[in-house]
Each structure stands twice: as C-alpha cells, then as structure tokens.
C-alpha cells in the first residue's frame, strides 16, 4: 500500500470515528432531555443526581489517597447528599486539595469519559472499570445501606454494559454518564458560592470554605476558580472527543 493510501485510510478512520462520536454525544443528550420532558422523568433523573454525588464525594476520598492521606468511610443518602470519611495529609496545601478534589471531581470525571469515549472500544473497556471501580468502594469504603444498593447497583450496571452491549450502545453508555456529570458540575454550580452545605450528617462548611481556611482568601474566590477548571476540563474533554477531520481531507486525497 502507498504512503498516500496508508494516509487516504487514516483520514477516513479519523472522519468515521469522529461521526460516531458526534452521533453518541446527540443521541445522550437527547436522551437526557427527554428524561426532563416526559411525565414522571424526575423519577429518574433521581438517580443520575446520586450519580453526581457519588462523583463529589469519591472524589474527596480519592484526592485524600493521592495525597497521602486515608480514605476511611463513604456515605450516600436518599435526599442526595453523602460524605466522605478520611484522614490527612498533613500539610495546608494538601488539605486544600483534597477539599478541591470534590468540587472538581465530577468535572474530571466527566473530561475523561468524554476524551476515552471517542473510539467504541476503548468506552467498552472504561465502563467495565468504571464497574469495577464502584465495586471495589461498595467492598471497601461505603459503610451505609443505601449506598451499599445503590453503588452496587450502578456498578453491575456498567459491567454489564461493557461485557455484552453492542460496542456502539457501550460508546453511548458512556457518553451518557459523561453528560450527566458535566450537567451535575452547572445545575449544582451554587455549592461552590456557599460557606455551609446541609447534609444528613448536619451542617457543616462547604469545601470553598475548606479550602478558604486552608489557603487563605473567600471562599467565593475558590469556588470561580474550582468552577473555572471545571469548565476547562470539561471543554478539553469535548475537544478531544468531538475533535474534526485529519488535516489531510478526503478530497485532497481523492485527487
């Protein structure tokens, strides 16, 4: 084959993938639409709000992992709400960013999601660890009944997804949880400008005011800038999803 049909054949792999991405990201969102138009369609939005929730609070408990700090207990109630239980690090810096890691834990989440689910495949193979993911924090960390059913749930759910859906539905699966959790990160955008959060563990400051007393500043200015990254990822995370032809066009090729 020569090195102008080698090329004729990326280009049109790259256009090919980059329709299918396009028409998974059109087919979630109008999905996610018409759960918000169809009669009773906020019984189940329902569960993609824990969906977000359960994004945040990972989010906390994982950050305090990778800053060397422990993860003890996770908790997920029906009205929504959920806390993550860790310890450490030691350190301002480190607490703030564990503090962060909840803010921008949906908006990470959702980035990714949205960059590995461009190739079918490879969404197959990030559901299965979402999947497995879930599990092993429902083995590891949760601690609540609720939250034991539903993470259980959620993550045999995606398991299932990746071992026997088709590859194009695994592709749309993913792009799915990916829209749930970008809409999470502006419908709950008003977290981030508040000093306490009510929870059913009561009230308690919010992470903005975490970070605030960790670093210095108003928790208003922490929250734009929590907010901000997580528009930024969010955009780099479509980008590379939705990302447009091979600079070499097809016509080109063609002549």
């Given at each position: 084959m020569s090195s102008a049909a080698r090329a004729f054949a990326r280009a049109h792999d790259h256009v090919q993938v980059t329709r299918r991405a396009r028409g998974a990201l059109f087919a979630s969102a109008a999905i996610t639409?018409?759960?918000?138009?169809?009669?009773?369609?906020?019984?189940?939005?329902?569960?993609?709000?824990?969906l977000s929730t359960l994004a945040h609070e990972l989010g906390h408990g994982l950050a305090a992992?990778?800053?060397?700090?422990?993860?003890?207990?996770?908790?997920?109630?029906?009205?929504?709400?959920?806390?993550?239980?860790?310890?450490?690090?030691?350190?301002?810096?480190?607490?703030?960013?564990?503090?962060?890691?909840?803010?921008?834990g949906p908006a990470i989440v959702a980035g990714l999601c949205f960059a590995l689910?461009?190739?079918p495949a490879v969404a197959?193979?990030?559901?299965?660890?979402?999947?497995?993911?879930?599990?092993?924090?429902?083995?590891l960390v949760v601690e609540n009944p609720f939250g034991f059913w539903y993470i259980s749930g959620v993550g045999l759910l995606l398991l299932a997804l990746a071992a026997r859906a088709s590859a194009t539905t695994a592709q749309t699966?993913?792009?799915?949880?990916?829209?749930?959790?970008?809409?999470?990160?502006?419908?709950?955008?008003?977290?981030?400008?508040?000093?306490?959060?009510?929870?059913?563990?009561?009230?308690?400051p919010s992470d903005s005011a975490h970070i605030a007393a960790a670093l210095g500043g108003s928790y208003l200015l922490w929250g734009a800038v929590c907010g901000l990254f997580s528009v930024l990822v969010l955009v780099l995370g479509l980008w590379l999803f939705t990302r447009g032809e091979s600079r070499v066009s097809l016509a080109n090729l063609r002549r």
């Amino acid at each position: 084959m020569s090195s102008a049909a080698r090329a004729f054949a990326r280009a049109h792999d790259h256009v090919q993938v980059t329709r299918r991405a396009r028409g998974a990201l059109f087919a979630s969102a109008a999905i996610t639409l018409l759960l918000y138009l169809v009669p009773f369609g906020g019984l189940l939005i329902y569960p993609l709000l824990l969906l977000s929730t359960l994004a945040h609070e990972l989010g906390h408990g994982l950050a305090a992992l990778a800053t060397g700090g422990t993860f003890h207990a996770f908790y997920l109630w029906p009205d929504g709400s959920g806390m993550a239980v860790h310890s450490g690090p030691e350190g301002h810096v480190l607490q703030a960013i564990v503090a962060a890691g909840g803010l921008i834990g949906p908006a990470i989440v959702a980035g990714l999601c949205f960059a590995l689910a461009r190739r079918p495949a490879v969404a197959r193979v990030v559901l299965g660890l979402l999947g497995l993911g879930f599990l092993a924090a429902v083995a590891l960390v949760v601690e609540n009944p609720f939250g034991f059913w539903y993470i259980s749930g959620v993550g045999l759910l995606l398991l299932a997804l990746a071992a026997r859906a088709s590859a194009t539905t695994a592709q749309t699966a993913l792009v799915f949880v990916a829209v749930q959790l970008a809409l999470s990160v502006f419908s709950r955008a008003d977290y981030l400008f508040t000093a306490s959060a009510q929870t059913s563990a009561g009230v308690m400051p919010s992470d903005s005011a975490h970070i605030a007393a960790a670093l210095g500043g108003s928790y208003l200015l922490w929250g734009a800038v929590c907010g901000l990254f997580s528009v930024l990822v969010l955009v780099l995370g479509l980008w590379l999803f939705t990302r447009g032809e091979s600079r070499v066009s097809l016509a080109n090729l063609r002549r």
